[in-house]
């Protein structure tokens, strides 16, 4: 095992038993885990970074079948977060310590290219000291270019699957595997620093999908990888199929970490959830970032990714003490900082 890790952290292309092996292998986990750590500690040392997440629309254009904020469901209520209340969220975020804020939203039609760079614009003119990450979803090549400019630092958008069959069985036909690759490729090349990602133990997954993930990463070379466990959402079409395990979540962590040293990998909400230690055991198998959610606290419930999504305690920004006390417990520390990836590749 400890052969495998190595060439993964030498950069080295595995076959498909010897990734078999290390997602599905009988061997002890914990030498995994501490192997993810000790190359992670290589480049970041104990510094845990912090974003603050605001979640600006649970409007969405699109019909994931795992999400509850697809625009199928009408059981939900929507809302959408007006400029001053973005701008008001940064300002408590920053006062707490954040140097990051992280705009996500569905779909939203309502966010036309300009509303979206004059809110960047806006938050970088306030706080030059801080970076802002985009997770608005898909949009054309030109809005990336347009919110770079604005000064948008980083995107998130997940790959979801590497699979471009098991891409088909998550979402409806007009939502395609190929466009969700093109658009990751442009954010890339427009010059963000880029995440991509995929949910652990979603409906129709094998450890093929999984493989498939993992060499998507080694090729891709994202900045920052999410990665967490699928949670049923009980008014989409999955809602019966079972949550995605700890134990593969954290898995898949540390080999992301192996396959990308230097990569920026957050203890998701979605383990934290499913786990009351999850997010402390992924910073012991190679992730490196929390993100609280800095959302004004009247529309928190409603952003339902999946069902008892954690958004208090610790995963509040207003949690931040007991949050930063966790993460000393686990052998780690916040830094107040932005919190960049140390490559520039
Ligand atoms: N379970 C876990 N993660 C989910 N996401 C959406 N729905 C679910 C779910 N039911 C994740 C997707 C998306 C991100 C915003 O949330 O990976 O990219």
Not at 131 to 151: C, F, H, K, M
Not at 201 to 215: C, H, K, N, V, Y
Not at 252 to 278: C, D, E, N, W, Y
Request: proline content about 4%; hydrophobic content about 35%; overall charge negative.
């Amino acid at each position: 095992m400890t052969d495998l890790t190595d060439r993964l952290a030498a950069g080295e292309e595995l076959s498909d038993d010897e990734w078999r092996f290390l997602i599905e292998g009988d061997y002890e986990k914990q030498l995994l885990f501490y192997r993810a750590d000790e190359v992670r500690r290589q480049y970041y040392g104990t510094d845990v970074y912090i974003r603050g997440l605001i979640e600006i629309s649970s409007y969405c254009r699109n019909d994931c079948l795992y999400c509850g904020i697809r625009r199928s469901n009408a059981n939900i209520s929507r809302y959408r977060l007006a400029e001053e209340e973005i701008l008001a969220c940064c300002k408590q975020g920053y006062e707490l310590g954040f140097r990051t804020f992280v705009l996500q939203g569905g779909e939203d039609a309502h966010h036309t290219t300009a509303w979206v760079e004059e809110i960047v614009s806006h938050i970088k003119e306030k706080y030059s000291d801080c970076a802002v990450t985009l997770s608005l979803g898909e949009r054309p090549r030109e809005d990336y270019e347009i919110w770079y400019q604005a000064g948008a630092d980083r995107y998130l958008l997940r790959h979801e699957t590497a699979s471009r069959s098991h891409y088909g069985k998550l979402h409806p036909q007009e939502q395609t595997y190929l466009r969700r690759m093109e658009c990751l490729r442009n954010l890339r090349e427009i010059g963000y620093q880029t995440g991509a990602g995929f949910m652990v133990g979603s409906p129709f997954q094998r450890t093929e999908e999984l493989i498939a993930d993992m060499r998507f990463l080694q090729e891709f070379r994202p900045h920052m990888v999410g990665i967490g466990p699928f949670i049923p959402h009980h008014d989409t079409p999955f809602a019966g199929y079972p949550a995605g395990s700890l134990q593969r979540t954290l898995i898949m962590v540390a080999l992301s970490r192996l396959a990308l040293p230097k990569a920026l990998i957050p203890a998701t909400t979605a383990l934290g959830t499913i786990h009351p230690q999850g997010r402390e055991l992924a910073l012991k198998a190679g992730a490196n970032v929390v993100m609280p959610n800095l959302s004004p606290v009247n529309v928190r419930g409603q952003y339902s990714l999946y069902d008892n999504k954690a958004c208090t305690g610790q995963e509040a920004a207003e949690g931040l003490a007991a949050l930063r006390e966790s993460v000393v417990a686990a052998g780690y520390r916040v830094a107040v900082s932005r919190g960049d990836a140390v490559q520039t590749e």
